[in-house]
């Protein structure tokens, strides 16, 4: 049975918070001051003016409903105070009057902009929670442990928020070892993410049983052409998917399909090494292919570390159209007299690249996971 590694809550899905009601008042009577010190200087109302637009239509943008209902009675007491009291004689009659209505016209339209942002505010939130919700359950939170490996790693889609994007992971405890899947659906954000749904979904159906690796590439193959097939009938593109499918059992050798995808990198000690493996073609497209699907075998002793990526992260490229250099990068990490731990190594991963781009704009949807044998397996 697949196990969390360590317990880590979701990040939550929090409103814009409001300012307290200490600072609300704070900002109106600093605000009133400031009319009232101009108001004596320049023996004018125009200040209140000012007033008038500033206080309610700041409060309807950052505040309560109960704060912007303060702020408006708050305005309307001080108008009504300086036009009856101070100003009340030498101007006509209908001035005041028509003053004092603009301010209750503003006030509640302040008042009813406020009601409105929080109506949208609280549903933006509903839908962010149940998007953050649906990606916990669509990809497994990491870290994840299994009785063979240890897998830590990082998800940043590139659209709607990094909640949901084309790149896929998933992480099955199988009687025959841990199967782990890594692909990239042709695409990126929501336009790829129904491809990338029939994958992991197909994946969790099949990894548990089908006793070979050749068996469960196939069923993710049918899968995508399923998914294709409705795709067609309902006008949107097809798609394929590059993958690779490893199976991790107590042995000191990790079987692997790749179906045209990045290959792993195997971390010991030192040194960084990129196992040999026969690309087969995408899943999606077995029908183009004109080899059977090979079941492809690379070195994974006890205590190593396995890094699986996607070209999100490979295909990063500097100012020069150079491409991130990540076996290099990883090579100059591992020689380190304290190199960083699987745990740390994905996230260390994307800010370099990050880094090596020289914006802060990502182009392309990033996963990179790290799968750390156990040293006593």
């Known amino acids: 049975m697949l196990r969390k590694h360590a317990k880590k809550k979701a990040?939550?899905?929090?409103?814009?918070?409001?300012?307290?009601?200490?600072?609300?008042v704070i900002v109106v009577a600093s605000v009133t001051l400031v009319v009232?010190?101009?108001?004596?200087v320049s023996q004018s109302p125009v200040w209140l003016l000012g007033l008038l637009v500033f206080l309610p239509g700041s409060a309807s943008a950052l505040c309560t409903v109960r704060q912007t209902k303060f702020v408006f009675a708050w305005t309307e007491l001080v108008v009504i105070v300086t036009l009856l009291v101070r100003h009340g004689e030498g101007r006509p009659l209908l001035d005041r009057i028509l003053m004092i209505l603009l301010t209750l016209?503003?006030?509640a339209a302040s008042v009813y902009a406020c009601h409105r942002r929080i109506s949208r505010e609280q549903e933006m939130l509903r839908l962010r929670s149940t998007a953050a919700a649906m990606q916990r359950h669509i990809l497994r939170p990491l870290p994840m442990l299994t009785d063979d490996v240890l897998v830590n790693g990082l998800y940043e889609p590139v659209q709607e928020d990094r909640l949901v994007g084309g790149?896929?992971?998933?992480v099955v405890e199988s009687p025959w070892g841990t199967r782990v899947l890594i692909g990239d659906v042709q695409g990126k954000g929501l336009p790829a993410v129904g491809a990338a749904f029939a994958v992991i979904g197909a994946f969790r159906a099949t990894a548990h049983h089908e006793p070979t690796l050749t068996a469960l590439v196939d069923a993710l193959d049918a899968s995508v052409v399923r998914h294709n097939s409705y795709a067609a009938k309902t006008g949107d593109d097809e798609r394929f998917v590059t993958a690779l499918i490893l199976n991790i059992d107590a042995g000191a050798e990790a079987q692997a399909i790749n179906c045209g995808h990045i290959l792993p990198q195997v971390l010991q000690e030192a040194s960084v090494t990129t196992p040999v493996l026969t690309s087969g073609v995408p899943l999606g497209l077995a029908d183009l292919a004109t080899e059977p699907v090979t079941v492809d075998w690379f070195v994974f002793p006890p205590g190593a570390t396995v890094l699986l990526t996607t070209d999100g992260l490979t295909e990063t490229r500097a100012d020069d159209g150079a491409f991130y250099p990540l076996t290099e990068r990883l090579t100059e990490r591992v020689a380190q007299p304290a190199p960083l731990s699987p745990t740390d190594l994905p996230r260390a991963l994307y800010d370099d690249a990050r880094a090596?781009?020289?914006?802060?704009?990502?182009?392309?949807?990033?996963?990179?996971?790290?799968?750390r044998r156990s040293p006593n397996r």
Request: glycine content about 4%; aromatic content about 4%; charged content about 30%.
């Open 167 to 170: 790149d896929i992971y998933d």
């Open 36 to 40: 009232a010190i101009l108001d004596v």
């Open 105 to 107: 016209v503003l006030g």
């Open 11 to 24: 990040r939550p899905v929090e409103a814009i918070e409001p300012p307290s009601t200490a600072e609300a």
């Open 356 to 371: 090596f781009a020289g914006d802060d704009e990502q182009h392309d949807d990033v996963a990179v996971l790290t799968l």
